[in-house]
T-cell receptor, first 113, second 117 residues
Framework: DAKTTQPPSMDCAEGRAANLPCNHS???????VYWYRQIHSQGPQYIIH???NNETNEMVSLIITEDRKSSTLILPHATLRDTAVYYC??????????????FGQGTILTVHP | GAVVSQHPSRVICKSGTSVKIECRSL??????MFWYRQFPKQSLMLMAT?????????EQGVEKDKFLINHASLTLSTLTVTSAHPEDSSFYIC?????????????FGPGTRLTVL
């Protein structure tokens, strides 16, 4: 499975946009980009995923570069409750590894007042 | 989104005892469930993949005789930590996926904190 690289930590002021980058330069054609977050002592929470088009939901936007080698998760108006570890994961859509998620160290996002 | 529950949320046991953790998908049928373990200040590590009605597939280094997994129905998987020791103390998290021909989104349970004395 392709590996991802994320900055270990980022800070953001409450109400401002948080842009979380992720590099996945070895991503293959059948791999999706998933984003999860984990608030302290809880299970990970699914945020969004995409293949090659940009995606948006009520919470975030996911921007995937045209060559698919990197992506950015955007929280348009961060709140204190968005403080968490954010994981960017690439996962194949089929084969024996179908559905397996390999978690890296993620990015610790701290939103401060 | 889909809801996955785990029970118990926290358990403390004596060394040598066995502990069973349940993982349930509440509003969807999960053809595949995954079990992860997370030590303090570390990331999640996949332990095993279980498919309903078949044997679980364990990741390298995970003892299948120590971590017994049963996926008896499309909404329930159990993880039994047999003869638990203090080094098994960890945060155990399950996830469930609904499967399908296109991308499968996994939903995670809230986790079970196991402390072995």
């Amino acid at each position: 499975d392709a590996k991802t690289t994320q900055p270990p930590s980022m800070d953001c002021a409450e109400g401002r946009a948080a842009n979380l980058p992720c590099n996945h330069s070895t991503i293959s054609g059948n791999e999706y980009v998933y984003w999860y977050r984990q608030i302290h002592s809880q299970g990970p929470q699914y945020i969004i995923h995409g293949l090659k088009n940009n995606e948006t939901n009520e919470m975030v936007s996911l921007i995937i570069t045209e060559d698919r080698k990197s992506s950015t998760l955007i929280l348009p108006h961060a709140t204190l409750r968005d403080t968490a570890v954010y994981y960017c994961i690439v996962s194949p859509a089929g084969g024996t590894s179908y559905g397996k998620l390999t978690f890296g160290q993620g990015t610790i996002l701290t939103v401060h007042p | 989104g889909a809801v996955v529950s785990q029970h118990p949320s926290r358990v403390i046991c004596k060394s040598g005892t066995s502990v069973k953790i349940e993982c349930r998908s509440l509003d969807f049928q999960a053809t595949t469930m995954f079990w992860y373990r997370q030590f303090p200040k570390q990331s999640l590590m996949l332990m095993a993949t279980s498919n309903e009605g078949s044997k679980a597939t364990y990741e390298q280094g995970v003892e299948k005789d120590k971590f017994l997994i049963n996926h008896a129905s499309l909404t329930l998987s159990t993880l039994t930590v047999t003869s638990a020791h203090p080094e098994d103390s960890s945060f155990y998290i399950c996830s469930a996926g609904s499967g399908g021909v296109s991308t499968d989104t996994q939903y995670f349970g809230p986790g079970t904190r196991l402390t072995v004395l």
